[in-house]
């Protein structure tokens, strides 16, 4: 028995869009609200040090359903915010200024629709947890504080 492989000759890049998009939310926040994030990361760092307080992309999961033809593809993924522990009321500000500013961002961006390659791709984009703690982690001699926005990125799509 013979297979016929289909090979797509265009793709949507959905997650490079998604990507770019998280990378463009942390920009803006670093320009409304400066001084309460110094570095952005697109992927957990290899170690955390004292260069807080920054942001960085935990994983992003896919989900993928199929269904006579269509497709629906749901990312999951999550933002973390760490801060150096020094001050509890400065880190506590920071943190609060953080969680309020992703919250309104979300909600603002809740329907998307994001330039691709190909075309646009458009999306539900919603922030569906705030996760404040651990209240501290040790790294070195530092110690740091974690909150974590989950989110997830519903592509409307048919069959690309």
């Given amino acids: 028995m013979t297979y016929t492989v289909t090979i797509p000759s265009s793709w949507n890049p959905t997650r490079a869009a998604l990507n770019d998009m998280l990378e463009a939310i942390i920009v803006g926040f670093q320009t409304a609200v400066p001084g309460i994030v ?3 990361w697109s992927e957990v760092p290899a170690s955390l040090t ?3 307080p920054f942001v960085y992309q935990g994983p992003v999961h896919e989900q993928i359903l199929h269904d006579m033809g269509t497709r629906q593809t749901v990312y999951t993924g999550t933002l973390g915010y760490v801060d150096v522990f020094a001050d509890p009321q400065e880190t506590n500000d920071r943190q609060n200024k953080f969680a309020d500013y992703m919250r309104e961002v979300f909600t603002a961006n809740a329907r998307v629709s994001v330039a691709s390659g190909t075309g646009s791709i458009d999306a539900i984009f919603q922030q569906v947890l705030l996760i404040d703690g651990p209240t501290e982690l040790v790294q070195g001699h ?7 926005v989950e989110f997830t990125f519903t592509v409307l799509e048919g069959r690309n």
Avoid: P, S
Avoid at 142 to 148: I, K, P, V
């Fill in 38 to 40: 110094r570095k952005y």
């Fill in 50 to 52: 004292a260069e807080g």
């Fill in 142 to 148: 530092a110690r740091l504080t974690d909150m974590r």
